[in-house]
């Protein structure tokens, strides 16, 4: 599906970036790796290697432009372009609009909208033309719909969604595609601290929660990561070539936009 292809992974040193790495590579794919946190890249590489699966681990924080530049000249210098761009990097965080602090606000909208930025503006300049170029991006079912106290993250997975639509119409003609991903619940860390969070706020105990957040997906269960590796997969491969501008749901029947 995407044998001898180069990918690029953001978050890909744990939860779904690092499942859909992982498929990438089993599917024959050279894949890098690209996380700001070290210990999460060396243990996510072990596991790649102790699978016999080639990965190129790369540190880089994607809110900082010259740490991007630097992360993708690594890419390029190991394996000489980019075809396949997965922009799974971000963060999440429960925060209400009278907190006074705007701290968390500008950490996720700069993480998980300008970090997407600035890495797919480098990574292009680095992209083939007409040999099935892809960008993905992990957006999320808060892309299309609003969960209160999470303002700055669905502003964000809104925003991913309109990015991948203009963006779509800007490189059709180099034959690239660009798709957004959107997941429901999924079981990983990320997953977990919203629980605890939103259990928090209204009062209930973490069990609670989640038990009401199964109950409003109608398969009855959270997603694993596998899945969305897998539609990631399916999206980078050939068999998707028609597929641009496209904002994907992978929810379990969560929402139905």
Known sequence: MVKGRVALVTGGGTGI??????????????VAIASRNRSHLDAASAEFRSLSLLVLPVQMDVRNKKDVQRAVSEVVAEWGEIHILVNNAGISGLITTDDPDDTKWYDILDTNLNGMYL?????LQHMPEHQGGRVINISSVLGKFGVAGYAAYCTTKHGMIGFTRALALEVVDRG????????????????????????????ITLEEFKAQAVA???????LEADE????????ASDLARGITGQAINICGGQTMV
Do not use: H, S
């Open 216 to 222: 409003a997906v109608p398969i009855k269960r959270f």
């Open 176 to 203: 690239i595609t660009v798709n957004a991903i959107c997941p429901g619940w999924v079981d990983t860390e990320m997953a977990t601290q919203g629980i605890k969070e939103t259990a928090a706020l209204q009062g």
């Open 228 to 235: 969305v590796a897998g539609l990631v997969c399916y999206i």
């Open 17 to 30: 970036g690092k499942a859909i790495g992982l498929q990438l590579a089993k599917n024959g794919a050279r």
């Open 119 to 123: 890495i797919t503006k480098e990574v």
